[in-house]
Every structure is written in C-alpha cells, then in structure tokens.
C-alpha cells in the first residue's frame, strides 16, 4: 500500500507547479490592477 501523504519528490513537484502558476499569473493580475487604478 502507498503510505498517506506527499512524497518529497511530489512535494516539490507541487511547489514547483504553484511557483510557475504565480508567475504566469502575477504579471497579468499587476496589470489588471493597474488598468483598473
């Protein structure tokens, strides 16, 4: 049986994908704010 909970490896996988996520998506929330100012 797998045992509960994250890996390391899947652990980092996770932040890694969060981590690319923020950058993709502050640039364009920064500029809505912005435009919206």
Known sequence: MRQ?????IEWIMVVA???IIL???IPAIINNADFFQ
């Open 17 to 19: 994908t969060i981590l």
């Open 4 to 8: 509960n909970g994250f890996t390391l």
């Open 23 to 25: 950058a993709l998506f």
